[in-house]
């Protein structure tokens, strides 16, 4: 009997880290209205999982075009909840920061600077949260990373 629970947790668990995570335009949560699937630190176009659909992966705290590792191919670095351009971990290569759920441009904190807000799975457009300004929601768990990229796609 112990065995049995064990290996039912086990495949739950398993099929949580495994979760997909989609990705829906404004506050949309229709399947016509998937911008991108995120599974494993890949981001897939649509709703797809398909190696030759990834738009961007990410490892090692770094995002990458397509599904390739090369060091060409980085869309930005992550250290600290900056994200700089490139492979550059340069003071004037911060494209943006994340700091409890606000977006700043560059390397700021002002409000004044303020790109754009994440609660409960929704992205709103600066420092609002009213239903007209979400500019996409997402209906799983995204690391910071993931985020990131997702954040490249939508703005592609």
Not at 6 to 35: E, K
Request: with cysteine; aromatic share 16%; net charge neutral.
């Amino acid at each position: 009997m112990k065995k049995h629970i064990l290996s039912i947790l086990l495949c739950f668990v398993c099929f949580l880290a495994t979760a997909q995570t989609f990705v829906y335009n404004r506050n949309s949560n229709f399947t016509n209205d998937i911008i991108c699937t995120v599974e494993d630190g890949k981001v897939y176009n649509g709703n797809s999982n398909f190696r030759l659909d990834i738009i961007a992966n990410v490892k090692d705290s770094k995002i990458y075009k397509g599904n390739f590792t090369f060091i060409k191919d980085i869309i930005a670095n992550v250290r600290d909840g900056k994200v700089y351009r490139g492979n550059s971990f340069f003071q004037g290569d911060i494209l943006f920061n994340i700091r409890d759920g606000v977006i700043y441009n560059g390397n700021s904190i002002s409000s004044f600077d303020i790109i754009a807000t994440i609660e409960d799975g929704k992205v709103y457009k600066g420092r609002f949260n009213f239903r007209g300004d979400i500019l996409f929601n997402f209906d799983g768990e995204l690391c910071l990373e993931e985020f990131v990229a997702v954040w490249f796609v939508y703005h592609q």
